[in-house]
Structure formats: structure tokens, C-alpha cells
């Protein structure tokens, strides 16, 4: 049994796209521990998201050099998750006021944040751009797996910001997205990494 349960006797957030998957404490999966996952698309037949705080060793100037002038800070691919870890991904969060409207290769998501295709011509969307990451592989789940993750307490699922794709403290989005939900989520912010240490 999963403790620190904050939802236990509610009803099940609905997942919809732009929401974060919040790992819970007790999830101890080296994938997903003390993850914020970025939902793309959940569908009854699966669902398709990236992590957010988990930046990787390789630079985006020598994958995709390209779209490397657009990038957020640091500059590295993100580890999106362990699914075709040599699939990219890429997110951008358009400045406010601007729409992706006539901008081929944009797919929104939940504006401003649209997914981009990377063989799209970088260009036209820059002036539009407020930030960008790229991601190195992704997170996925097959129809009915998500939920039930979510009902056994892996996950908790909150409203996503545009500025967690973009915020350059990755190690501590966790908490930071935790402690604005209020009681008793931001309860977990201060849940030690090894419950010993409690």
C-alpha cells in the first residue's frame, strides 16, 4: 500500500493535454522518481507525455543545430522519458498574444504551448517564440495504464504552467509544482528523497 496518498476517496483528476503528472514520493521507478511530466495527448487508447526535469548530457547545437539558437537555457536535450530515447520531441511556448495560426509544422497542445515539427523550417516561428525545449525520447502509456497508475497513487495530477517547460531549476520543479497546489500536496514538497531521513 502507497502512503501519502492526498487524493485517496476522490474522484480521479482528469488527465487532459498541458496537465503535469507529478510522481509521488513512494514512486520509486528510476524513470519516474520525483518526475513532472508534461502531457502531449492522453487517448482511450493511450497516453503520451515528457519530462520536464530531467535535462541530458547532449546539446541540442550538435543534434539539431538548426533549432539550437531557439532553445531555452541550457541548451541540452531533455530526457523526455525511456521510450525511443533517439526520437525528438520538441515543445515551445509562443510569446503572449501570438497563435501558431499559418505557421506550418505547429500542432497546439494547450496554447501558447504547441508541439513543433522538427523538419519544419525554424524561421517563421522564432519571432513568435517565447521559449523552447527539446526532448530525447518520451513517456508513454498504453489504453487504461495511466489511470490506473494514477488510482494506485503513483500520480498526482495538477494544472501545468507554461513556465514549468521553460524554468531553468529543473531540480526543483518538483517540489515548486507540488507546494502551489496547496494543502495537503504541498505537504509532499518537503517529503524526504529516503524516508529514513524523516
Not at 172 to 177: F, H, M, N
Amino acid at each position: 500500500m502507497r502512503e501519502h496518498r492526498a487524493t485517496r476517496g476522490a474522484a480521479l483528476p482528469p488527465v487532459t493535454p498541458g496537465s503535469l503528472l507529478v510522481a509521488a514520493p513512494g514512486l520509486d521507478d528510476p524513470n519516474f522518481a520525483r518526475t513532472v511530466v508534461y502531457m502531449i495527448e492522453h487517448r482511450p487508447q493511450g497516453s503520451l507525455g515528457v519530462v520536464l526535469n530531467r535535462p541530458g548530457p547532449a546539446a541540442v547545437r550538435d543534434v539539431l543545430p538548426r533549432w539550437a539558437g531557439l532553445t531555452s537555457d541550457p541548451g541540452t536535450m531533455f530526457v523526455g522519458g525511456p521510450v525511443e530515447a533517439r526520437t525528438a520531441l520538441c515543445l515551445a511556448a509562443l510569446r503572449t498574444g501570438e497563435s501558431g495560426r499559418g505557421l506550418p509544422g505547429l500542432m497546439p497542445v494547450r496554447p501558447p504551448v504547441q508541439l513543433v515539427d522538427l523538419d519544419s523550417d525554424p524561421g517563421p516561428l522564432a519571432p513568435r517564440l517565447r521559449g523552447m525545449r527539446i526532448f530525447a525520447g518520451y513517456s508513454g502509456w498504453d489504453a487504461g495504464q495511466l489511470h490506473a497508475e494514477i488510482a494506485r497513487g503513483d500520480w498526482y495530477v495538477v494544472p501545468g504552467l507554461p513556465d514549468d517547460l521553460l524554468t531553468t531549476v529543473h531540480e526543483q520543479l518538483w517540489e515548486r509544482v507540488l507546494r502551489r497546489q496547496g494543502v495537503p500536496l504541498a505537504l509532499l514538497a518537503t517529503f524526504p528523497r529516503d524516508p529514513a531521513w524523516n
